[in-house]
């Protein structure tokens, strides 16, 4: 059964889907002007323009999508939306966890597509065949075809989209990089606590000044940015588990429900729970 909510009285919509047995999500959805704030996914996201312009800031390059193109953006990769034209864009996207996927490529013998160790090549790409892939794996989950049309059209996306992969050798990081990695774990350990800044740059044995421009430099976002980021992220998974928002809330370090709500719709479009109620109906 397809979900959706209209977003009040505007022309913007959502419908999502969530298979079950693989977590994977698909979204259909159009927006006109602004679409969402920057905001960063744990999932290997895979999509296509379907009509309009679709523009959007990803690895700190400007992208503007048209119809046929495909949407590759790697975990972490922070990205926003707008549509430059009045007409809006439509678009469709797959949401595939890195988990499913690194058990999917292992066997093909590629690594994992992490935030760290791979990217894409290109963020868009005129890939035709990959573009076809994407649309008929889409189709199969969005609409229930069923398991086995769902599993052969995502085994033969991923032997396509495995070529798009480049792999990034492990190469050895400089102190400050190093240094900004250890800050990196610091936030995701106390992810539900109120660090501030002073505290973190004790942590790392640098200033405070200085702190913020080399995690900028390593992740593209200042401290506070990318612990808001991995609070929205991992409230998404929770609510798609089916924990209340109010709980998810505290468990992840916003203040309170609203807090929470007030982020998560700039982000995704949605409240929590709207968003959770699409999982559930989905599921």
């Known amino acids: 059964m397809k979900t959706g ?45 379907q009509q309009g312009l679709q523009r959007f800031n990803c690895n700190r390059s400007l992208h503007t999508s048209t119809p046929g193109r495909a949407i590759l953006i790697e975990p972490g990769a922070v990205h926003d939306g707008h549509a430059p034209h009045a007409e809006g864009f439509t678009y469709l996207m797959l949401y595939l966890p890195q988990a499913w996927v690194a058990e999917k490529l292992a066997r093909r013998g590629l690594g994992d ?57 492990q190469s050895v990081y400089s102190d400050a990089a190093s240094q900004m990695l250890r800050v990196r ?24 000044f200085r702190l913020t421009r080399e995690f900028k430099k390593a992740f593209g976002l200042s401290p506070h940015t990318y612990l808001v ?36 719709q700039r982000a995704y479009r949605l409240t929590p729970a709207a968003y959770q109620r699409q999982c559930a109906n989905a599921q």
Request: net charge negative.
């Open 5 to 49: 909510g209209q977003q009040g009285a505007s022309r913007d919509w959502i419908h999502l889907q969530r298979d079950g047995e693989t977590g994977i999500e698909s979204v259909h959805a159009h927006f006109c002007g602004h679409a969402y704030d920057p905001h960063d996914h744990d999932e290997i996201l895979v999509g296509v323009t």
């Open 113 to 169: 597509v992490s935030a760290l160790q791979a990217a894409f090549k290109y963020t868009l790409t005129d890939d035709s065949f990959l573009n076809n892939a994407i649309v008929q794996a889409f189709a199969a989950i969005h609409h229930g075809e069923g398991r086995l049309a769902r599993d052969q059209t995502l085994d033969h996306l991923l032997a396509l989209l495995s070529k798009h992969i480049c792999t990034r050798p």
């Open 185 to 208: 774990d610091y936030l995701h350990d106390g992810m539900a606590l109120d660090i501030g800044l002073d505290e973190l740059s004790r942590y790392a044995g640098v200033d405070r």
């Open 229 to 264: 980021r991995l609070r929205l992220r991992t409230a998404r998974t929770l609510l798609a588990q089916g924990f209340k928002p109010a709980l998810v809330a505290t468990q992840v370090g916003f203040a309170d429900q609203s807090h929470l709500g007030r982020w998560f």
